[in-house]
Structure formats: structure tokens, C-alpha cells
């Protein structure tokens, strides 16, 4: 697989011989690769595109239908994910053994850089982080767009969803929607003791119970600095609490613009 002529065309299989073999890097090509099972990072490997706009990795199909998988799950503190799109991935991972949680990515140790994670979803459960869920210390995204994730009954973080000791900064969380009576907590973010920093979150449409734009969990560790809350909007049929940020006890939010939520 090493130079374009061997090139592998399965994205999981050049992973996996990287990782035996002691290569650091899979480049992915400017073409859009189609998958139908998540691809799992679990070796110190950097699988790089050649930027948002040119590589897309996405599930096979668009809806609410099968096979429902994530698009890439991280699990070493060497994995990196970067300048690709990650399009169409389900958070119903229950198949594969790994919950429901993370359409796009799920990052339990690892980086997710300078992608796109567009048109995530989740129906007809509790699912945790749409776009992105990171698990805890050691997960970190950076320079990310996350955008156009849609949920059904009541997701927790429709862009992303943020643990204690993860880390996401310099990230856009835009265009949620949904349209349950039991709406995202945290359209936009879920914040559970991680930190949100030098984050935009605005656009984000949802019938919510508490933070269309960012929900605070009631956990001391959490932390919002430095982030952009605006334009975020539950139906008037509805009540919510915060719709900019709610939080929901311990937990500490600072120099943030929180502007033009109703």
C-alpha cells in the first residue's frame, strides 16, 4: 500500500496494515470514499484527506436507515483524523457494540483536526453527541465544522458532546435541527466537566428543554470561555430554559457573547 499504485481502497484495511507495520500516516486521496461499517483508528495513525471540500468519507446511505454506524471511532492517544468530511454518519452504533454515541466521530483518545463533520443524526432514542462525542481526557477536536446534524427524540449534544478532561476548541456547531417535543439538550454543545473554547455556536434550531445553543452540565470541570452564542432558536409553541446557554448547576462560563437567542 505504499506508494499509489498499490494504493489500498479500503480506507479500515490500510489503517490496520499501517498500524502493524509501524507507518504513521494513511493519505487519503481527493475522492469521496463510501463505507459501510465505521472505520476504527486504535493505533498511533494519522489518517489525513486533502482537505474538507476533497475528501468525503460517508456512510452508504443518507436517512434514518441501515447499515447505521459512525463514520470513524479514535482509540489512542497517537490517532488523528484530519482535512476530510466525515457526511451521513449515525449515532446508533449499537451493531458494532459501541452505543449510540458520535455519528460523525467518537473520540475516545485521539484528535480529530480541521475537518467537517456534516449531516449527523440519530432517531428514536438517547443519543450522546450527533455530530461528535469526546469521551474524556487525552480527546481532544480542533478547527472543526460541524453542521446540519438532525435528531429525532431527545439527543444530548446535536453537535457535540463534550466529557470531563475533553477538550474541543476553535470549532464551529451550526444548523441543528430538530423536531421532537422532547428536544436536544444542547443543540449546539453538550458540555459534561470537558471545555468548550474559541467555539461558534449559532443556528441551531431545536424544541428544547434547557441551552439550544450550549447545555452546562452540573459538573464543576466544565468549562465555556471565549465562545460565540448567537441565533439560536426554540419554536414559541415551546418553552426552554437558556436558550442561549442553560446551566444546569456547578460548572463556570466566561467571557463569552451570548446575543440574538430567542
Same mark, same amino acid.
Given at each position: 500500500? =505504499?506508494?499509489?499504485?498499490?494504493? +489500498?481502497?479500503?480506507?479500515?484495511?490500510?489503517?490496520?496494515?499501517?498500524?502493524?507495520?509501524?507507518? +504513521?500516516?494513511?493519505?487519503?486521496?481527493?475522492?469521496?470514499?463510501?463505507?459501510?461499517?465505521?472505520?476504527?483508528?486504535?493505533?498511533?495513525?494519522?489518517?489525513?484527506? +486533502?482537505?474538507?471540500?476533497?475528501?468525503?468519507?460517508?456512510?452508504?446511505?443518507?436517512?434514518?436507515?441501515?447499515?447505521?454506524?459512525?463514520?470513524?471511532?479514535?482509540?489512542?492517544?497517537?490517532? @488523528?483524523?484530519?482535512?476530510?468530511? *466525515?457526511?451521513?454518519?449515525?449515532?446508533?452504533?449499537?451493531?458494532?457494540?459501541? &452505543?449510540?454515541? %458520535? &455519528?460523525?466521530? =467518537?473520540?475516545?483518545?485521539?484528535?480529530?483536526?480541521?475537518?467537517?463533520?456534516?449531516?449527523? *443524526?440519530?432517531?428514536? &432514542?438517547?443519543?450522546?453527541?450527533?455530530?461528535? /462525542?469526546?469521551?474524556?481526557?487525552?480527546?481532544?477536536?480542533?478547527?472543526? @465544522?460541524?453542521?446540519?446534524?438532525?435528531?429525532?427524540?431527545?439527543?444530548?449534544?446535536?453537535?457535540?458532546?463534550? $466529557?470531563?478532561?475533553?477538550? *474541543?476548541?476553535?470549532?464551529?456547531?451550526?444548523?441543528?435541527? %430538530?423536531?421532537?417535543?422532547? &428536544?436536544?439538550?444542547?443543540?449546539?454543545?453538550?458540555?459534561?466537566?470537558?471545555?468548550?473554547?474559541?467555539?461558534?455556536?449559532?443556528?441551531?434550531?431545536?424544541?428544547?428543554? %434547557?441551552?439550544?445553543?450550549?447545555?452546562?452540565?452540573?459538573?464543576?470541570?466544565?468549562?465555556?470561555?471565549?465562545?460565540?452564542?448567537?441565533?439560536?432558536?426554540?419554536?414559541?409553541?415551546?418553552? +426552554? $430554559?437558556?436558550?442561549?446557554? /442553560? *446551566?444546569?448547576?456547578?460548572?463556570?462560563?466566561?467571557?463569552?457573547?451570548?446575543?440574538?437567542?430567542?
Amino acid at each position: 500500500f =505504499e506508494t499509489w499504485q498499490n494504493a +489500498a481502497t479500503n480506507i479500515q484495511a490500510a489503517v490496520d496494515y499501517a498500524g502493524s507495520n509501524g507507518i +504513521a500516516t494513511v493519505q487519503l486521496t481527493n475522492e469521496t470514499y463510501t463505507i459501510l461499517a465505521q472505520i476504527q483508528v486504535t493505533n498511533a495513525v494519522t489518517v489525513c484527506g +486533502a482537505g474538507r471540500a476533497n475528501t468525503i468519507v460517508r456512510r452508504s446511505v443518507t436517512g434514518d436507515t441501515a447499515p447505521k454506524h459512525r463514520i470513524f471511532r479514535l482509540n489512542h492517544a497517537g490517532a @488523528v483524523v484530519e482535512a476530510l468530511r *466525515m457526511q451521513y454518519g449515525h449515532a446508533d452504533n449499537s451493531g458494532s457494540g459501541t &452505543g449510540t454515541r %458520535g &455519528g460523525g466521530a =467518537e473520540v475516545i483518545l485521539g484528535q480529530v483536526l480541521d475537518c467537517e463533520i456534516a449531516n449527523s *443524526m440519530g432517531y428514536g &432514542g438517547a443519543y450522546y453527541g450527533l455530530g461528535i /462525542y469526546l469521551d474524556g481526557a487525552g480527546a481532544v477536536v480542533s478547527n472543526c @465544522v460541524i453542521y446540519a446534524s438532525n435528531g429525532g427524540s431527545h439527543p444530548v449534544g446535536g453537535g457535540a458532546y463534550v $466529557n470531563a478532561g475533553a477538550l *474541543m476548541t476553535h470549532c464551529t456547531l451550526r444548523d441543528y435541527t %430538530g423536531f421532537s417535543s422532547t &428536544g436536544a439538550e444542547g443543540a449546539g454543545a453538550y458540555v459534561n466537566g470537558g471545555v468548550l473554547r474559541w467555539c461558534r455556536i449559532y443556528n441551531n434550531l431545536s424544541f428544547c428543554t %434547557g441551552g439550544v445553543g450550549i447545555h452546562v452540565a452540573n459538573n464543576a470541570a466544565g468549562l465555556v470561555e471565549y465562545c460565540t452564542v448567537t441565533s439560536n432558536v426554540t419554536p414559541s409553541q415551546y418553552s +426552554a $430554559n437558556g436558550i442561549g446557554i /442553560y *446551566m444546569a448547576g456547578a460548572g463556570t462560563v466566561r467571557n463569552c457573547l451570548v446575543a440574538f437567542n430567542r
